[in-house]
């Protein structure tokens, strides 16, 4: 399947990863350990620090795969040299 605009769905997938990164952190900070920072050692912040990092990783594996498609589509659009008289 060829998507018609390979940067502006990486930018939403990238993006809500990190939206997901963002809102686990916050939760991690204020809900699990409301006193302070996120304690490391309670099992629910190891959880939701290791989801955030994946969620960190996607969000720029994303990005990457989407800028290698559009430079790929945008090689495919170029046109090919013309073929001159054969002599």
């Known amino acids: 399947m060829v998507q018609r605009h390979p940067l502006l769905w990486a930018a939403g997938g ?5 939206a997901v990164a963002f809102g686990l952190g916050i939760f ?6 409301p006193h302070g920072p ?6 629910g912040s190891m959880l939701c620090g290791l989801v955030t990092f ?12 989407g800028v290698g ?3 790929e589509h945008r090689r495919a659009r170029r046109q090919l040299p013309r ?3 054969v002599r």
Do not use: K, Q, R, W
């Not at 990238?14 to 990190?18: E, P």
């Not at 994946?54 to 795969?65: F, W």
């Open 14 to 18: 990238s993006g809500s990863c990190l």
């Open 28 to 33: 991690a900070t204020h809900v699990l350990d």
């Open 38 to 43: 996120a304690n490391p050692y309670l099992a």
């Open 54 to 65: 994946v969620a960190l990783i996607m969000a720029i594996g994303i990005a990457i795969h």
């Open 69 to 71: 498609t559009a430079e």
């Open 83 to 85: 073929a001159g008289p």
